[in-house]
């Protein structure tokens, strides 16, 4: 089952990279229950490869098409948790979100083996991935996502380090 859902969320990615999906209905989303519905999405994966789960959700309303929001903030979950795979226990994954300064803003962190800084200015670019079996789209997607939505997103790691995903976008005024 996870192997046909692994090729499902290819199919998927392909297709909307290919396509350049434009948002669907847009109305008032809370980034809290976007990241639940996310973290219930990779929960099986996080506990398969024994990764500690930790939220801090608070509520931050904004405008978007929530299930492309689901769709940033998981791809985002399972990156980590791939990524964590490699380390030795303890494995964590924490997911916050939040209204900070006019912005809803959602953090990814884990405490994997961190990005060479050499790869961090190329991660979204598509079909670049450091991953044997990835395909290099899912961060190029996630990018597209976000700006649609007049949001941005960066990264901050370094080799050894916490990696942190960070995602900021407009709150509902």
Known sequence: MDELDRIGRLVTDLLAFAR???LHARGDVDLAAVCRQAIEQTASLAAARAV???TELASATVSADRDRLVQVVANLCRNAVEALGARE???RLA???AAEGGAGVVE???NGPGIPADELSRLFEPFRTTKSSGTGLGLP???R???AHGGRVAVESAPGA????RVELPLVR
């Open 20 to 22: 350049r999906d434009e």
């Open 52 to 54: 500690e789960l930790e």
């Open 89 to 91: 226990p303890p494995r």
């Open 95 to 97: 997911v916050r979100c």
């Open 108 to 110: 990814v962190r884990d």
């Open 141 to 143: 997607i996630a990018r």
């Open 145 to 147: 996502i976000v700006d």
């Open 162 to 165: 916490n990696t942190v995903f």
